[in-house]
């Protein structure tokens, strides 16, 4: 498999730890957002939806971080990393797409980049902006996991998806300087979960094109 990749996107960084947990060998292509090479007709033809990651496999192009996620557990299925319940399954996917769906899209580069510019909103406002919906996502994901999880994972005993979306959500809120003190649980399953080699294998300081 080819993975297109971006050192700090925390949507490729989920895809890295499942393909790292699930034990399957990929290629890393770098995808450098900073001078829009998504925006390049070659990234284009491949990934019309011109956002990283996208992932190869066999020829196919996906992209979506969660179709993908889901596509490698169906391909793979072991480890899972979602229960075998479809009540716990319905549960876990609540967790992973409210960072995914509700939090992630607001804080994404080209949202920023575009409040900006034509918005003309400067740093200050923009930093304001990501914090404000960092909070706000994160303060339900606090109550869910600390009922759901056991203090080490968003949900049950064991890694699921709810966790590989949660580690690169909080390392990217540390990035730019949240304050995640109201945020015990969250923390505590992130420094947790960190220490794993698949983790720490697909953490953005890991990555061949960080700098
Ligand atoms: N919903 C998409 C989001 C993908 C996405 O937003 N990727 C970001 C990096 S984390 C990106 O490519 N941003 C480029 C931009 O905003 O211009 C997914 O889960 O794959």
């Known amino acids: 498999m080819k993975l297109y990749t971006y050192f700090r996107s925390s949507a ?3 895809v890295r730890i499942a393909l790292n947990l699930k034990g399957i060998p990929f290629e890393s292509i770098a995808v450098d957002l900073r001078p829009g090479m998504h925006h390049s007709p070659a990234y284009l033809a491949m990934n019309p939806q011109g956002l990283v990651p996208a992932l190869e ?3 196919t192009v996906f992209s979506q971080s969660l179709a993908i996620l889901e596509y490698l557990e169906e391909t793979h299925p072991q480890p899972p990393l979602l229960p075998s319940a479809p009540v716990d ?4 996917r609540s967790l992973a797409l409210s960072i995914a769906c509700d939090l ?4 994404n580069l080209r949202v920023l980049n575009y409040l900006r510019s034509p ?6 406002a923009v930093n304001t902006w990501y914090r404000h919906w960092i909070a706000e996502g994160l303060r339900g994901l606090e109550v869910e996991t ?3 999880g056991d203090g080490r994972h ?3 005993a064991g890694i699921t998806l709810a966790d590989v ?4 959500q909080l390392f990217n809120a540390r990035r730019f300087n949240c304050d995640l003190a109201p945020y015990p649980t969250l923390r505590s399953i992130s420094e947790h979960l960190e220490l794993f080699p698949a983790f720490a294998r697909a953490a953005p300081a890991a990555q061949p094109d960080a700098c």
């Open 146 to 148: 600390s009922r759901l």
């Open 119 to 124: 918005l003309g909103q400067d740093e200050a």
């Open 104 to 107: 992630h899209p607001l804080n």
């Open 12 to 14: 490729a960084y989920r």
């Open 154 to 156: 968003a949900f049950g």
């Open 57 to 59: 496999d066999g020829g």
């Open 165 to 168: 979306c949660l580690v690169p």
């Open 89 to 92: 399954r319905a549960r876990v």
